[in-house]
């Protein structure tokens, strides 16, 4: 059967005005779903930037263990580090306050031998019964083998220190003296199984001082320890120092030849990275849990102990006037090239929070 030319027009308009009617609902609702997750968004992301504001970039709000990050600009990002164990509940609570408003949070080893179990003086893990391993996915790692400290393949793990970022430093002043140890006292009594006298092999330095000092006739600043027996026993043949602040320190940093590191349990050896970006080479302790890393040819010798120090040393003496430590840190680490490294790495995990960022900073 067949319709009159008018009956088919009339069912072609009616249903395309169906047809078309249909499609600007179908339209309106979209506009309204996206208006609507629009608004949602920029909610969220005001919620954000004020949980931001009042709990970053409010100095005052940051605590221990959390490390805070700002981008190229300066601008507080929302991104926290854990970087050690929590000393109380507070620090705990904190973490899934963090969570829960938006902040990213992510691991770094940079405190003795965490998120692996303490043995020595800290008092913290015993007690701490959080799984830093399983509820943090992203780490920066400093360990040689990081399967050691308990990461699996379910942890996204890559080798950055907060002591890379450092560039190289051009001021220069004359040279006083041959080496320098950094080991503040823990308390007046010089008590040899303190906190800094732990981290910092003091029991092993005090071994090694007789060679370097009267063996090797080198001159010595030692950092940290006066009133601690060293003035009596070596007299003029060094010099020790009390506590030093930062600035202070730098210039005794110049004033030195090379950098003694005996240190162990050290996770965080920014003082290696100070005196390789002033063109010091570091004698260091081959046992040490990080910073290793910086030491090449061109940056320094390894050592064990007081039997094996000699034959580094010697090699140390032998090349100073042939490398350039500052030249092989320039070449490999520097803020603009770690700080990039870090956003790529992090990136794939908050691409929201990261889209614009170029760079990920330490804020100090």
Known sequence: MRFPKTINKIWLKKN??????????????????????????????????????????????????????????????????????????????????????????????????????????????????????????????????????????????????????????????????????????????????????????????EACFPILINEYNLKGLIVGRTGCGLEEKYGNKIEVSDWLDWFKLQDKMRESKFLFLPNIYDASPRVIAECITKGLPVLMNKSILCGFKYITYDTGEFFIDENDIRISLDLLLKKMNKINPKKWWEENYGKSRVTKKIKDFLYPSCPEILENVKEVHFIF
């Open 16 to 205: 395309t005005l169906i047809f078309f009617l249909l499609i600007l609902v179908i339209l309106v609702f979209i506009l309204y779903y996206i208006k609507k997750n629009i608004k949602i968004e920029n909610m969220q992301n005001n919620n954000l930037n004020e949980y931001v504001k009042l709990k970053i970039e409010d100095k005052e709000q940051r605590m221990f263990p959390y490390r805070y990050f700002q981008d190229e600009n300066f601008k507080a990002l929302p991104i926290v580090a854990v970087t050690g164990f929590f000393r109380d509940d507070k620090a705990k609570k904190m973490y899934y306050e963090y969570i829960k408003n938006g902040i990213f949070v992510f691991g770094i080893t940079a405190y003795k031998s965490f998120p692996r179990l303490i043995n020595n003086d800290d008092p913290y893990h015993l007690t701490d019964d959080f799984d830093y391993i399983n509820n943090i996915k992203n780490w920066l790692v400093c360990f040689r083998d990081p399967s050691y400290y308990g990461f699996t393949d379910k942890n996204n793990c890559i080798d950055i220190s907060e002591s890379d970022i450092y560039d190289v430093d051009t001021t220069e002043l004359p040279k006083k003296y041959d080496f320098i140890y950094i080991c503040n006292k823990d308390s007046d009594d010089c008590p040899k199984d303190g906190w800094n006298a732990i981290n910092r092999n003091y029991k092993l330095a």
